[in-house]
């Protein structure tokens, strides 16, 4: 987590420094998240909110840097043969993660954008039909998420964004199985 913090104060720093051509903003909006093979057959619906930092080199090209809390996760519907009961398992997993997009504007006010995301894991709990909610955050192996993201950006106005993304998980979740979060999310954004 400290690196973490780390790497958001270093990009700060160095955005400041070209802070003529650098937009700050908040952002929020909805994620459908999965796990890649775990079974689940549905999305887990969440949020993620926070601040990004756009730095535009020219017309053609920026660089965005996001610090986010996301919620992430999955869910999968299970039958009890034995108690004759139906319900829906929702794993929720929760993040900070730090995307740092390229951005492409392919028009003047829509940009591709691609990157890495780095994400560490706050909150990990499963919920069982009538049986409440159980922590399993200290079980977990491996809390560094890792993904690529990919989506556009539409500049609304001056001061507003709308962001749609899909994030594909490269690292897994647990040692010995191929759990991997995945994330499509839709959000507003809103420059200072």
Not at 77 to 92: E, F, H, L, P, Y
Not at 149 to 177: H, Q
Request: glycine share 12%; aromatic share 12%.
């Amino acid at each position: 987590m400290k690196k973490l913090i780390v790497l958001v104060i270093l990009l700060v720093i160095s955005a400041s420094i070209f802070a003529q051509g650098i937009e700050f903003g908040a952002k929020a909006g909805l994620n459908l998240a999965t796990v890649t093979k775990s079974g689940g057959d549905k999305m887990r619906t969440g949020i993620h909110a926070g601040m990004f930092a756009e730095y535009t080199f020219s017309d053609y090209v920026g660089l965005q840097g996001e610090l986010l809390y996301s919620m992430m996760g999955s869910k999968w519907g299970v039958v009890d043969a034995m108690a004759g009961s139906n319900g829906t398992i929702i794993n929720k997993t929760d993040y900070i993660v730090l995307p740092v997009l390229v951005k492409l504007y392919v028009l003047e006010r829509l940009s591709l954008d691609l990157g890495p995301q780095l994400g560490y894991m706050v909150s990990a709990k499963s919920k069982y039909p009538g049986a409440g909610s159980v922590s399993y955050y200290h079980n977990v192996d491996n809390k560094l998420d890792i993904s690529f993201g990919m989506g556009l950006t539409c500049k609304v106005t001056s001061k507003f964004d709308l962001t749609g993304r899909y994030n594909l998980g490269l690292s897994k979740i647990r040692e010995g199985f191929d759990y991997k979060n995945n994330v499509i999310l839709f959000g507003i954004g809103y420059r200072f």
